[in-house]
């Protein structure tokens, strides 16, 4: 399916077959495409890029596809990599899989200040819902760590 050409978004590099490489959701998934291209909220004489995961409803382009620009596309990778790596070393240190005293994992430092990775604690079923967010990092382990391999190899590759 071609990812459209006439919305406010301008693909310049797409991947038109991510549904078929949508995790768990391959082959049943409305996230049809991805894109990096120009951004929707490009003002005259500012451009942008940004990623987009394009959803279609069977009938339509959905307008729950979202768009992002790159540095948060990062940032949310950074995350998921920070957050991997506190559930295969750290937590399981803890009874409540985190220390309760001092719930801050981690602040990765960017452009001058660091982004905090901590446990919502203001998460009223925090104790429960990080036990099921556990067991569901580790139930897509495999595909967690393939996509994780594949992007520390082209890192590499450009010299990171």
Same mark, same amino acid.
């Given at each position: 399916m071609k990812i459209p050409t006439n919305l406010k978004h301008k693909? !310049?590099?797409v991947s038109e077959n991510y549904e078929q490489v949508d995790g768990r959701y391959a082959y049943n998934t409305d996230a049809k495409g991805l894109s990096?291209?120009?951004?929707q909220w490009n003002d005259r004489g500012k !451009? %942008?890029?940004s990623a987009k995961v394009w959803r279609f409803t069977g009938e339509k382009? /959905?307008?729950?596809?979202?768009?992002?620009p790159l540095h948060r596309v990062l940032d949310l990778a950074i995350l998921v990599a920070r957050?991997?790596?506190y559930f295969r070393e750290d937590s399981y240190r803890h009874p409540e899989l985190y220390d309760t005293e001092k719930p801050v994992i981690d602040r990765v430092g960017l452009q001058g200040d660091?982004?905090? !990775?901590? !446990?919502?604690?203001?998460?009223?079923?925090i104790n429960e819902d990080i036990k099921l967010f556990s067991?569901?990092? /580790?139930?897509? %382990?495999e595909l967690i760590g393939e996509r994780l391999r594949t992007l520390s190899r082209i890192l590499k590759e450009m010299g990171y």
């Open positions: 693909p !310049v590099i990096l291209g120009l951004a !451009v %942008d890029i382009w /959905s307008r729950q596809s979202e768009e992002l957050t991997r790596l660091a982004m905090t !990775v901590a !446990v919502c604690t203001e998460n009223e079923k067991q569901a990092l /580790s139930n897509d %382990d």
